[in-house]
């Protein structure tokens, strides 16, 4: 049986800590608020942490593809991004859950959910343009300096723009905090759980990115081997 | 590719499953009404939910390590295909 790496038994250990933690801590009593709910902040905020890192690794590999050329460096760019996309649209589903019994609707056009959806759409435009070229040379090179442009927006989107307006999301104008979280709404104990989550989901979607990597290349050479 | 040898490993995941679940429910299956028996009935049986989210991501994992041994194996026949 092969060994697995550090990282990926570290991706276990701190996912399970994080589903029996997620439930065991304490949490501060916020005036009735928040109440139970605030624990999505172990299971629905990592998933926007996650999609953030894996997008900054897929522009990194973006840009190391144009400044090297090597395919690999391609087929990098293209997975993170698309583990990315999965975490981002499991976040603006679990968000919708939550949404849902603490603010009356699913959907209530918050500028963060609205600033998510179009970060998210922008990123699928990148897999749209991939798939609308088949030269795989101009593919890729079309989508690195796409995906370059779809990083320039994520932040704003995400950051920036939720910020500028009232928002139910913590952070809006004229709220506490930032447009992650609310420091009032959270203890050193939530930290303690939270952390540990948001490198466990991310080191789960960098597992995943990274089999379907190895898949990739694999396939890649069987097709290389054949002709 | 074994065909036999993958469903082999399909049935044993199967297996696996089949056991979390009858896991899971020995320990729902308890009288309710009654005052707390258990650890597992303190709380609002909020840890019942922690029981089911643990299960469902320990599936998860476990699938995950299955596809990546996959993978190696894949990896490791390509290249003695190469060699050859």
Redesign the interface.
């Known amino acids: ?2 060994k ?1 790496s550090w990282w ?1 038994i570290a ?2 250990v701190l ?2 800590y994080t ?2 933690m ?3 801590i304490k949490i501060p009593v916020l005036d009735g608020r928040l109440q139970e709910s605030i624990r999505n902040l172990f299971f629905h905020v990592p998933m926007w942490f996650g999609m953030m890192i894996l997008f900054v690794v897929s522009v990194i590999y973006a840009i190391l593809y144009l400044n090297k050329g090597a395919v690999k460096y391609d087929y990098y760019s293209t997975e993170f991004a698309r583990t990315g996309i999965i975490f981002g649209v499991l976040g603006i589903i679990t968000g919708a859950i939550w949404a849902n019994y603490q603010w009356g609707a699913p959907w209530s056009n918050d500028p963060k959910q609205n600033g998510a959806a179009v970060a998210l759409l922008i990123y699928l435009a990148y897999f749209v343009l991939r798939g609308s070229v088949t030269d795989l040379d101009k593919q890729a090179k079309l989508g690195s300096v796409y995906n370059i442009f779809a990083f320039c927006m994520l932040f704003p989107t995400l950051w920036i723009l939720p910020r500028l307006t009232e928002s139910l999301h913590p952070g809006g104008m004229g709220s506490e905090g930032n447009p992650g979280l609310n420091p009032d709404d959270s203890s050193p104990e939530m930290k303690m759980v939270f952390w540990p989550a948001v490198i466990g989901w991310t080191l ?1 979607g960098v ?2 990115s990274h ?1 379907k990597i ?2 990739k290349t ?1 396939y890649e ?2 097709l290389a ?1 054949q002709s | 590719m074994k065909i036999s040898s993958l469903i082999n490993r399909k049935m044993k995941a199967a297996a696996l499953l089949l056991v979390c679940v009858f896991m899971q429910q020995s320990l729902c299956a308890q009288p309710s009404g009654s005052p707390p028996a258990s650890f597992m009935e303190s709380n609002g049986k ?2 019942v ?2 029981a089911v ?2 299960t469902i ?2 599936g998860l ?1 476990i699938y ?2 299955t ?3 996959k ?2 194996r ?2 490791k026949q ?1 290249r003695n ?2 060699i050859s």
């Open positions: 049986m092969p697995l990926k991706a276990c996912l399970l589903s029996v997620g439930f065991f789960l597992w995943i089999l190895r898949i694999i050479n069987q081997h | 909020i840890y939910v922690v989210v643990v991501v320990l994992l995950l390590i596809l990546d041994r993978v190696s894949l990896e390509s295909n190469k």
